[in-house]
């Protein structure tokens, strides 16, 4: 089970992920479930959506700028790491927050490790999404309270 | 100087207790190595052939003597006893222990020095002009620009984690002494008709496996959009760059799928967000930056110090140094001194503890206190009254670092190849060792003149040898070490790459081969002209028939 940190505590999921376009999807939003949508998903959906129960999940190479227009609405956007490494959702996580103003949940899930969570804070990111074999006691170590985390002598605005 | 302020010191010292940290969970277990890998690399620590070895930055080649002291300190506390300059003005320990590391970057830190970013695929050591500041042709000091772009860069939370490496290098103009043109990034001085300062700015050059020549996108920057602009272009890199293959991951192969003009047009519409907003370097920024970098306290000296002057009539050994590690400094009387660390038989670039104290005891006493790294792999006093020039030279003599032949064929560049790196296909220490021996009559070298000779153990080209007037390439071939030779490559500001002369060959015949190429130019030249003119002048032709006996 991959744990959530959410705000700097651990936090319940309360969020279903829908991984590709699957049945009964109006259905469900209309029964009143929270579900994460694949961007195209999403946008194929958004006419229908209830958008506070409605959140939209990135890949890396997704277009963000799809999103723009109906941003102040959406609750969750979550940005996946296929590998940690991959360094792609750092800038969509700056541009959301810094240039599109992005203030809702901004979760990064997916190949998520303890020792990339301060950076991908200073990017933007509030939630994490570990991957399963991450310790949650050294994650929130890493986030408050711990070792501090070096910190850029300039940050771009 | 540049010195830390508050936040620079707190960074190094977190990076430090953090590294600590995952050292420790590596070595328990508790990290696993493919997790661990980018941490270590991004702290400067790689797996080599026979042990670990660090990389340590030197920002923009520029040192203070107490830290030089630290680095042979850490040599001999944590290693054999040197350490070896690199190209890229880094210094690479290579025989230190992997949980000594953490220890290491905290003696560093002691002196305002760290090992980040030197290895991964991250901005790495920002590098300049070792003549930065005392050109007598420089436009403005490039120093001040780097070391905001070196705070920027450093932990810049973005851009850790991108497609490939990525190398920023600065030049005050009007000659390139930093080879900006191949770098991911060259920013290169430039000064307005209006007088505003900013910098023509080269994109996507590099070496390595596919050789690129950067190319301008933009004629002129206006110096306070620097980090605006590297932003827009790291962010265009980031999210366009291509991660499925590492040998088409760097910022040249997108610039060439995009084509110059599609990427530029991309980093015009990322820019156009932050032109002239919040991330504009204030003039303030730059006042304080200049400050560091100033130095207005030069003794008046005269150019015509008797005892110099008596020195240079009455030493031939004193008078050819000076031909040739001598440079003019924009002040009167004064000087800028390259001290070789090309002596014939040590390995190019390699420097042992008693040397860096002893280099550190000579900038004290004649350069301020101040020591330079250059790319060709010396150091640099520059900032040396000429009627110091004697003592000075006894004082390199003695630690065997007076050898007078910058800018000769035995001062060659070459990377550490098979006898430490475990990417290379054949070593080159040894080749270089062989060249230097072969040429080491000193009346020779100088009458062939100025000449570039660089080596590589591998098409990586860390030693640069696509820039050489003559670059030597370790291959392999069935299992055994070959050796490519190319003619005509040349840095600064008409760079070209080499091209292949024919069929490689083994090590032994490489000092023939550099031979007959040298009797080519000895029998062709102009009065005057140097090796890579005639060269130019002739193309490969002349120098093939003659070292492949004209079966090419
Ligand atoms: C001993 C361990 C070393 C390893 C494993 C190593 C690895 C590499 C690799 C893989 C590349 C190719 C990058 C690419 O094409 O994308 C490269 C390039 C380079 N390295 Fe090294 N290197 C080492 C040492 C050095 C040293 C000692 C120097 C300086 C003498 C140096 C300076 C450079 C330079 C200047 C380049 C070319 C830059 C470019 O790609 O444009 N490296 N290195
Ligand atoms: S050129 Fe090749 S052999 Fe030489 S240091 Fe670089 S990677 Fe190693």
């Known amino acids: ?157 | 100087m540049y010195r830390y302020k508050q936040a620079d010191q707190r960074l190094v010292e977190d990076r430090v207790a953090q590294f600590r940290d995952q050292m420790t969970r590596f070595l328990d277990g508790r990290l696993g190595e493919h997790e661990f890998r980018p941490l270590r690399l991004q702290n400067g620590l790689y797996v080599q052939r026979h042990a670990p070895m660090l990389r340590v930055a030197i920002p923009y080649g520029t040192l203070a003597a107490y830290q030089l002291r630290k680095l042979a300190d850490i040599a001999r506390r944590f290693d054999r006893g040197y350490g070896h300059f690199t190209t890229r003005s880094n210094i690479q320990f290579n025989w230190v222990r992997l949980e000594e590391a953490p220890d290491i970057l905290a003696e560093l830190a002691t002196v305002q020095m760290h090992a980040i970013q030197t290895s991964g695929n991250c901005i790495r050591n920002i590098t300049t002009d070792p003549f930065a500041a005392v050109a007598a042709d420089e436009l403005f000091d490039p120093r001040p620009y780097c070391e905001i772009v070196r705070q920027w860069s450093t932990l810049a939370p973005e851009f850790l984690f991108l497609p490939r490496k990525f190398k920023i290098a600065f030049a005050g103009g009007a000659e390139d002494r930093a080879a900006v043109r191949f770098h991911d990034i060259g920013a290169f001085a430039r000064v307005a008709d209006d007088g505003r300062i900013g910098f023509e700015i080269f994109v996507g050059g590099g070496l390595g496996r596919t050789p690129m020549v950067g190319r301008t996108i933009r004629d002129f920057l206006p110096r306070e959009e620097l980090l605006n602009y590297f932003e827009a272009i790291l962010r265009v890199y980031n999210r366009h760059g291509r991660r499925d293959n590492k040998y088409k991951a760097r910022i040249k192969i997108l610039v060439k799928d995009l084509t110059l003009e599609g990427f530029s047009r991309e980093v015009e519409e990322e820019w156009a967000w932050t032109r002239g907003g919040p991330g504009c370097i204030s003039d303030a920024t730059f006042r304080e930056m200049e400050a560091f970098f100033a130095r207005h306290d030069y003794a008046p000296a005269a150019a015509d110090d008797p005892g110099y002057l008596a020195a240079l009539a009455g030493s031939r050994a004193f008078a050819r140094w000076v031909e040739r590690n001598v440079s003019a400094h924009r002040e009167l009387g004064y000087a800028v001194v390259t001290l070789s660390l090309k002596k014939t038989g040590v390995p190019p670039g390699d420097a042992t503890a008693e040397q860096m104290d002893g280099v550190a005891e000579l900038a004290e006493r004649f350069s301020a206190g101040e020591i330079r790294v250059s790319h060709e792999q010396n150091l640099v006093l520059p900032h040396v009254a000429r009627r110091d020039l004697p003592a000075l030279w006894e004082g390199a003599r003695a630690l065997g670092m007076a050898t007078p032949n910058i800018g000769l064929l035995t001062d060659l560049v070459c990377c550490p190849g098979g006898d430490f790196c475990s990417l290379a296909n054949a070593r080159s220490i040894p080749v270089a060792a062989a060249i230097q021996q072969r040429f080491d009559d000193l009346d020779y070298l100088f009458d062939l003149g100025p000449l570039e000779l660089n080596m590589s153990g591998c098409v990586n080209a860390c030693g640069h040898h696509h820039i050489g007037h003559i670059g030597i390439l370790g291959v392999d071939k069935n299992n055994e070490e070959w050796y490519q030779v190319t003619l005509g490559g040349r840095e600064g500001s008409q760079a070209v790459l080499g091209r292949v002369i024919g069929p490689s060959f083994a090590a032994g015949e490489i000092p023939d081969v550099i031979a007959d190429l040298l009797e080519v130019y000895v029998d062709e030249r102009h009065e005057g002209e140097i090796f890579i003119d005639t060269v130019e002048r002739l193309g490969l032709d002349a120098f093939k028939a003659r070292v492949y006996g004209g079966a090419v």
């Open chain 1, 1 to 157: 089970m991959s744990t959530l940190i959410r705000h700097g505590t651990v936090a319940d999921d309360d969020w279903q992920w829908i991984e590709g376009d699957v049945t009964q999807l109006v259905e469900r939003m209309e029964a009143g479930e929270r579900l994460v949508l694949p961007l195209a998903v999403w946008l194929a959906h958004r006419l229908r959506r209830d958008p506070p129960r409605v959140g939209v999940w990135l890949g890396p190479d997704d277009p963000l700028e799809a999103l723009l227009p109906w941003l102040a609405d959406i609750p969750l956007v979550a940005i996946r790491f296929p590998l940690f490494t991959d360094g792609r959702g750092y800038s969509l996580a700056r541009l959301l927050r810094c240039r599109y103003g992005y203030t809702g949940e901004l979760r990064a899930v997916s190949d998520v490790l303890v020792d990339q969570l301060a950076v991908m804070a200073q990017c933007g990111f509030d939630s994490f999404g570990l991957r399963a074999d991450q310790p949650p006691a050294e994650a929130l170590a890493a986030l408050v309270g711990g070792l501090r985390s070096p910190w850029p002598v300039i940050a771009m605005p």
